[in-house]
């Protein structure tokens, strides 16, 4: 699973083993069997220094064909942003420490998460949902949040009453809320997962970020992390539109096939140069007192995003329609 434990232990390399040795096999799957064409549209826009690499989702594996044509071209490496879900299965959690990936942090996998650990089975929509209404209140208020006996009672006793330490930090029910207890692990994790993308822009990694989340033909809107990220880091976010990729990719199979692939990259968006989002304030990001003071600057400039990427992607990728990931129990999402 992804915990305390596993964010320290990660560690990030400037020139990747495990991605050349994965490169090498790509090199015979693109050139040959059965041939897939991969084509950088303006790569005279990547700024030479670190940046953060802004894409859209249409498949499971459309970040492997462009950290390919960045390694073969430019001799430059990325640490991706992933979901914590992957993280469940050790071999493929394993996989993904050795690739240099960023596990995301979410209160959603928190909750999912510590309710299977503790009940065995995961939670219904209607216990996620006054789970994380709880604890989205708690973020946002701050405090006990108390709930009152009926909204308690809809609850399983146990996840509220028993002492446990399930992702790395404990439970003490007679000191803390439960939503109090989500929201310190999620502080305590998402500091290290701030301090890895700190890592990896010391250590010479481009950072590459799928704002719109879930995986969708269509371009979908952007979440604010990446805003947070890129404020905080003070570094150049590069939009790029993948057009084709689901072609090779249309399935589950890492194994691409034949299919012509183009990334086009955007100018690049630097820190300060547009003075509606210039921000000089140091801030500790993903924590609610960034939110309350900036986070309509986040809001914002994830939007710009959205629109630069869009301005890359032909007809079909373009925002419009349902997420492909976007239905399903809201648990599923996480574990």
Not at 172 to 194: C, D, H, I, R
Not at 279 to 291: L, Q, V, Y
Request: proline share 6%; hydrophobic share 35%.
């Amino acid at each position: 699973m992804l915990d305390i434990a596993r964010l320290e232990r990660i560690r990030l390399t400037r020139y990747p083993l495990s991605q050349r040795t994965i490169g090498q096999l790509l090199r015979l799957n693109y050139g040959f069997l059965p041939g897939v064409s991969v084509e950088f549209e303006n790569p005279e826009r990547i700024p030479t220094e670190r940046c953060i690499y802004a894409m859209n989702h249409t498949d499971r594996y459309n970040y492997w064909p462009f950290q390919f044509r960045l390694w073969r071209s430019l001799n430059r490496f990325t640490a991706t942003w992933v979901k914590g879900k992957y993280y469940e299965s050790s071999a493929i959690g394993k996989f993904m420490e050795m690739m240099n990936q960023l596990p995301t942090i979410s209160r959603g996998y928190i909750i999912s998460r510590d309710f299977l650990e503790v009940m065995k089975r995961a939670p219904t929509n209607e216990e996620y949902g006054l789970l994380r209404d709880w604890v989205d209140r708690n973020f946002e208020e701050g405090g006990r949040s108390e709930r009152d006996s009926d909204f308690l009672s809809a609850l399983p006793s146990p996840l509220l009453t028993q002492e446990r330490n399930v992702l790395g930090r404990g439970f003490a029910p007679e000191e803390e809320t439960y939503a109090q207890y989500v929201n310190a692990t999620f502080g305590s994790m998402m500091k290290l997962f701030v301090a890895l993308n700190e890592h990896a822009n010391e250590v010479g990694l481009d950072i590459l970020i799928f704002p719109q989340g879930t995986r969708s033909r269509r371009l979908l809107p952007s979440h604010t992390g990446i805003a947070e990220l890129a404020f905080h880091l003070k570094c150049p976010v590069v939009p790029v539109g993948c057009n084709g990729s689901d072609a090779a990719y249309p399935g589950a199979s890492p194994w691409a096939s034949k299919a012509g692939i183009v990334y086009r990259i955007g100018e690049p968006i630097h820190h300060g140069s547009i003075p509606e989002y210039a921000m000089e304030d140091s801030f500790d990001p993903f924590t609610a007192e960034s939110d309350r003071e900036h986070g309509h600057l986040f809001r914002n400039f994830s939007d710009l995003i959205t629109q630069r990427i869009d301005g890359l992607l032909d007809e079909p990728y373009r925002m419009g329609g349902e997420g492909e990931d976007s239905s399903g129990e809201e648990s599923d999402r996480f574990i």
